[in-house]
């Protein structure tokens, strides 16, 4: 099936940094989403983008759809001890395929 | 957003005895839903897809007999876990979608069999 490529794969960040994670697909998407998956929960919807090159925030979250459709990135600024989790992009066609999850560890 | 619930959170069965999961999608009507299942510090693995009224599309190495899925109606789907034993022990999330391309994830249910 179609493979999503999330990088990096953890990041230990300190308070307040800014934060970068991206996906690449060999195919093309016509929605990217993110996800931030807390211990022993299930994923919560951060951003959907639907057309390439779309810019949207989500308060200090800003993610863009790659002009290519085969890219995303998330952008998570000022980081706060409560950012902490992983983080999953996923690109949907007909189906949803996710990609491996970016784990996130703030320091105080 | 929309809300997903999945019931039990938590379920301790013993080795051969058959358990259910159920999803529900609380304030919208699920035309699909989605089986997931996903071992410590690894992503989420698609078991299946459901269509209410038909029956589910299991991925490939998904043995549709043990995992049975029945989704009967626009808010329910239930994931049965038969004959279970403990290499099926896992975090089971269920997610749904209506008339829009989003997905939205039940809180999971932690199965351990013993």
Redesign the interface.
């Known amino acids: 099936g179609q493979q999503l490529n999330q990088s990096p794969q953890s990041m230990f960040i300190q308070e307040g940094e800014d934060v970068s994670m991206n996906c690449t697909s060999s195919s093309i998407f ?2 990217w ?1 993110w ?1 931030k998956q807390d211990p ?6 951060l951003i ?1 983008l ?1 057309k390439a090159g779309e810019l949207t925030s989500n308060g200090r979250l800003t993610a863009q759809f790659g002009i290519t459709r085969k890219d995303s990135f998330l952008n998570i600024s000022a980081s706060i001890p409560s950012d902490v989790g992983i983080y ?1 992009c ?1 690109g ?1 066609n007909n ?2 395929r ?4 970016t ?1 996130l560890t703030v320091k105080p | 957003g929309a809300v997903v619930s999945q019931h039990p959170s938590r379920v301790i069965c013993k080795s051969g005895t058959s358990v259910k999961i159920e999803c529900r999608s609380l304030d919208f009507q699920a035309t699909t839903m989605f089986w997931y299942r996903q071992f410590p510090k690894k992503s989420l693995m698609l078991m299946a897809t459901s269509n209410e009224g038909s029956k589910a599309t299991y991925e490939q190495g998904v043995e549709k007999d043990k995992f049975l899925i029945n989704h009967a109606s626009l808010t329910l789907s239930t994931l049965t876990v038969t004959s279970a034993h403990p290499e099926d022990s896992s975090f089971y999330i269920c997610s749904a979608r209506g008339g829009f391309s989003e997905q939205y994830f039940g809180p999971g249910t932690r199965l351990t069999v013993t």
């Open positions: 016509n929605t989403l996800y022993g929960e299930g994923p919560v919807l959907a639907y999953f996923a949907h189906d949803m996710f990609g491996a999850g784990r």
